[in-house]
C-alpha cells in the first residue's frame, strides 16, 4: 500500500499566480482533507471532500478551492498567490463512513507539497 | 485567544529521559484527543488516540486527558534519539468534523 501521495513535492511560483496541488488518498478511502502548515505551526484545516463534494470548510478565503475525482483524487488550487501562501500543504485521507462511538476514524497523511511565493 | 495551545519548545533532554508534552484547549466540545509526530520534512503519523477523559498507554508512550481542565498530555519514557521529532496535539468533536492542531513541540533527544 503507497498510503497518501501527493504532488508535487515543491512548487515555486511567484505572487498572483495560481497552483494546483494533487493528492492520491491511500487505498480504501474515500474521505480527502486539506491542510496547511506554516513554517513552526501546526496544520489548519482548509477543507474536506466526500463523493466529490466539499463537506467542510475552513476559515480560509474563496482563493482556495478543490476538487474530487470519481477515484477519490483530490486537488487544491490557490489562485492570486499571496506571500503569506507560502507554507507546507498536507492532503490526508480518511476510510468511508463514521467510526463506531468512542473510535477514531484516522486521518492518514501524505509528506506534503511545499509551495514557496516569492 | 487560539482553541489549542501548545508550547513550541523547542524541548531538549539527554537520551533514557521522560518526556512530557502538554496541550491545553478551550471548546468543550472536543471528544477525542490525539497525538501525532511530523519527523522533518514529512507529514504527521498518529502516535496514539484518547477518547473522552482518562489514560492510554502504548509502549513507552502515555496519553492523559483531563476534560474538567481541558488540559492533555504526552510522556514518553526511556527516551530514544529516534523520538527527535515535532509532536502535535490535535483535537476534533464527533462526527466527520475537522481536527483542530496545536503549534506543535520540537523535541530533540540528544544521546
Known amino acids: 500500500d503507497a498510503g497518501v501521495t501527493q504532488s508535487p513535492t515543491h512548487l515555486i511560483k511567484t505572487r498572483g499566480q495560481q497552483v494546483t496541488l494533487r493528492c492520491s488518498p491511500k487505498?480504501?478511502?474515500?474521505?480527502v482533507s486539506w491542510y496547511q502548515q506554516a513554517l513552526g505551526q501546526g496544520p489548519q484545516f482548509i477543507f474536506q471532500y466526500y463523493e466529490e463534494e466539499e463537506r467542510q470548510r475552513g476559515n480560509f478565503p474563496d482563493r482556495f478551492s478543490g476538487h474530487q475525482f470519481p477515484n477519490y483524487s483530490s486537488e487544491l488550487n490557490v489562485n492570486a498567490l499571496l506571500l503569506g501562501d507560502s507554507a507546507l500543504y498536507l492532503c490526508?485521507?480518511?476510510?468511508?463512513?463514521?467510526?463506531?462511538?468512542?473510535?477514531?476514524?484516522?486521518?492518514?497523511f501524505g509528506p506534503g507539497t511545499r509551495l514557496t511565493v516569492l | 485567544q487560539k482553541e489549542v495551545e501548545q508550547d513550541p519548545g523547542p524541548l531538549s533532554v539527554p537520551e533514557g529521559a521522560i518526556v512530557s508534552l502538554n496541550c491545553t484547549y478551550s471548546?468543550?466540545?472536543?471528544?477525542?484527543f490525539m497525538w501525532y509526530r511530523q519527523y522533518s520534512r514529512k507529514g504527521p503519523e498518529l502516535l496514539m488516540y484518547?477518547?473522552?477523559?482518562g489514560n492510554k498507554e502504548d509502549g513507552r508512550f502515555t496519553a492523559q486527558v483531563d476534560k474538567s481542565s481541558k488540559y492533555i498530555s504526552l510522556f514518553i519514557r526511556d527516551s530514544q534519539p529516534s523520538d527527535s521529532a515535532t509532536y502535535l496535539c490535535a483535537m476534533k468533536s464527533g462526527g466527520y468534523n475537522k481536527l483542530i492542531f496545536g503549534a506543535g513541540t520540537r523535541l530533540a533527544v540528544h544521546p
Open positions: 471548546n468543550s466540545a472536543f471528544q477525542y
Open positions: 487505498s480504501g478511502h474515500d474521505t
Open positions: 490526508a485521507s480518511s476510510r468511508p463512513g463514521l467510526a463506531a462511538p468512542g473510535a477514531y476514524n484516522e486521518q492518514f
Open positions: 484518547t477518547y473522552s477523559s
